[in-house]
């Protein structure tokens, strides 16, 4: 373990830093000024902006869509609020931009050139645009065209959508992708209203973060306003064959035709969801939450814009059981969305906190063995996770000494983890209590983005010191800033996984498979823990059997495909490669499809059978799942094939944290 800073020194410092925050008088309203903008800053490693001069109060867009050039062409006018009156230049982040003018309006209103500068760009962070701003512009405004490969964005033809009727584009802006479709200040660590007007073709429908019109008419001609401040990140937009169905007065799904009603059949939870959520933390502050249905390239489950969450179809699989990711993005509205990480080294304070919200939703509406459940794949999956992690990337909060990769901040430490520290939390204090503390702390920080010190100080106060020797220092300090899992963290276990297991173990040691009236019963959780419990490889004759029984091989349902494709690879089974192709060219999800271009990578005949694959699907992959294939292909050390496993023993160990047939604690 590296040694660090007691954790009572780390809050009575946090406890200073928010000495200029006012707590929200009015909850339902945003404030004027949020307090802790400029407190909560520090030092975001992967933008080029210097919030601590300037900071972005209104973005204003005027924008065309060009499906044939593959390009949005337009301008960007900011709002600036300076704060620092001896700056003289506005320093924003780009990615493959191509800058034809810079403006600033003067004190007349004229518009007047800027001298800029475009430095070449960093591989990570992209190109440096330094506007010299000798007055201190009140305005600035920026003419660009993004590149046809921008990285937050993806054009589809019509043949690779579900209608093939239109074309389709859509952004995806987390964690520094907006940069590459618009210049900005590209880290949470600022927030900004934005106004958007947009042109495109006249028979696609044109979305975004914004205030959607449910009853908008398709004619080439839009304009949106987002009047809550938000982080860049949460920029978003979409385009294509898209029609509106309502969920509820305030919810509804945008979705190709051919598949908005079947997403709507499949989310019609969403409004109790909403509900549910409110009773626990307070007011939706948002006024609509809406779906989009995106193609299966997204390369992402879904994506927690605001008003227009965006959402895989691989979890439209008829029978809800994979509706958690609603709750997931859902919850973002009060965790991350509404209270922000100011950069990616805090990234719990979005994951983690979502995922506990996501997780109490899941128990509310569904039980408390469903959420069990999920807790117990996610934390089986954390511990394989970081044990092959670095130990500086272990921690909730990660060091201001070591690297992260903005991508890192959504591993799963920061989604599992985080969780599991907050479940801690309140086992110790007692979910009535805890239940108060996270709604006061959601009102408290509304619409700011802050530190990880921010919010234990918060804790301290409001928390900690209420119900002293409740927990220890020494415990948070363990929780937030070492490596691994505290071994007191609390313990989930499932009456329905123990049942699992032995049936699995059964089969193990007599290839005799359970009975129809309890295999036909499970849910996929029970499905994904079966799957997972099983030994790394089996004999190809016990695949066959399992695959005849429960028809594996082709499934509908993402989740079990991408447990149960990497396996048959190991085992040498190419009965499955047919169907393996066939999903792993069609969806884009990296979730779902990295473990099997992981698993076919290990030996020369499953890296040519990657290649192919790649090869046929690439031109449908969004860039960020693209380079996540193409590096893991280049970076491959095949080994030859392995033989054939022996029948595995019947006492194989069953995965930590499931439980013997028990009730739920």
């Keep these: ?31 004027a000024t949020p307090p802790a903008q400029a407190a909560a800053v520090d030092r975001d490693e992967h933008s080029y902006a210097e919030p601590d001069k300037v900071v972005t109060e209104d973005l204003a867009l005027d924008i065309a869509l060009d499906f044939d050039a593959k390009t949005i062409a337009g301008t960007a006018t900011y709002t600036l609020q300076w704060k620092d009156q001896a700056a003289t230049q506005l320093v924003l982040d780009t990615r493959d931009l191509t800058i034809s003018k810079v403006e600033g309006e ?134 294509g064959d898209l029609v509106f169905q309502e969920i509820s007065g305030r919810a509804g799904v945008w979705a190709e035709p051919a598949m908005i009603d079947r997403a709507v059949a499949e989310f019609a939870d969403t409004e109790k969801m909403i509900e549910v959520t409110e009773q626990l933390y307070g007011p939706y502050r948002w006024e609509r939450y809406d779906l989009l249905i995106l193609p299966p390239s997204f390369p992402y489950g879904g994506m927690e814009n605001p008003r227009l969450s965006f959402i895989t179809p691989t979890v439209i699989v008829g029978d809800k059981s994979l509706v958690s990711l609603i709750a997931h993005e859902l919850a973002h509205s009060w965790s991350g969305n509404l209270v922000t990480f100011s950069s990616a080294k805090h990234g719990w304070l979005n994951e ?61 430490v920061s989604y599992d983890k985080g969780a599991w520290f907050l479940q801690f939390l309140e086992q110790r204090f007692g979910r009535e209590n805890f239940d108060t503390f996270l709604r006061g702390y959601f009102d408290h920080f509304a619409f700011q983005s802050i530190t990880t010190e921010q919010f234990l100080a918060y804790a301290k106060e409001n928390l900690f010191d209420k119900f002293p020797d409740t927990v220890t220092d020494a415990e948070i300090q363990e929780w937030v800033y070492a490596p691994g899992i505290p071994g007191y963290a609390p313990q989930v276990m499932s009456r329905n996984f123990g049942i699992v297991d032995s049936a699995r173990l059964a089969w193990l040691g007599s290839a005799q498979l359970p009975p129809r009236q309890i295999a036909d019963a499970w849910s996929t959780q029970e499905w994904l823990h079966f799957l997972e419990s099983l030994p790394p490889t089996l004999t190809v004759e016990q695949l066959a059997q399992l695959d005849e029984a429960y028809t594996f091989t082709g499934t509908d349902n993402g989740e079990i495909a991408m447990r149960w494709y990497p396996l048959a690879v190991r085992s040498g089974y190419t009965q499955a490669n047919e169907a393996l192709t066939e999903f792993t060219a069609r969806v884009g999800r990296r979730k779902l499809i990295m473990p099997i271009y992981t698993a076919l990578v290990q030996t020369e005949a499953g890296l040519a059978l990657a290649k192919q694959i790649f090869e046929t699907a690439r031109p449908g992959y969004h860039p960020i799942t693209t380079g996540s294939v193409e590096t893991l292909i280049n970076e491959a050390k095949p080994a030859p094939a392995p033989a054939p496993a022996e029948v595995p023993a019947a006492d194989a160990a069953a995965p930590a944290d499931a439980a013997a047939p028990a009730p739920a604690n």
């Design 1 to 31: 373990m590296r040694p660090f800073r007691s954790a009572a020194g780390l809050l009575a410092l946090a406890v200073l830093a928010l000495t200029a925050c006012n707590r929200d008088a009015a909850p339902a309203a945003e404030p």
């Design 106 to 239: 003067a004190a007349g209103g004229q518009w007047q050139p800027l001298q800029y500068a475009l430095a070449d760009a960093d591989a990570t962070l992209g190109s440096k645009l330094t506007i010299e701003t000798p007055e201190r512009n009140a305005k600035v405004r920026v003419t660009y065209v993004t590149s046809p490969d921008a990285s937050g964005l993806q054009w589809l033809t019509p043949e690779m959508t579900e209608g093939k009727q239109l074309p389709f584009m859509f952004s995806q802006s987390q964690q520094i992708h907006a940069r590459s479709w618009v210049p900005l200040q590209d880290t949470p660590a600022i927030r900004y209203t934005y106004t958007a007007h947009v042109t495109a073709r006249p028979d696609v429908m044109v979305l975004m973060s914004a205030d959607n019109d449910p009853a908008a008419q398709r004619d080439g001609d839009y304009s949106f306003k987002m009047p809550q401040k938000i982080p860049s990140y949460l920029m978003a937009i979409a385009a």
């Design 352 to 412: 983690g906190f979502t995922s506990y919200v996501e997780n109490r939703i899941v128990e509310s509406l569904y039980g408390k063995e469903v959420s069990d459940m999920e807790y117990v794949i996610a934390r089986n999956s954390l511990r394989e996770n970081i044990a092959s992690m670095p130990e500086g990337t272990q921690a909730l909060a990660v060091k201001p000494d070591v690297a992260l990769d903005a991508d890192d901040a959504l591993s799963a």
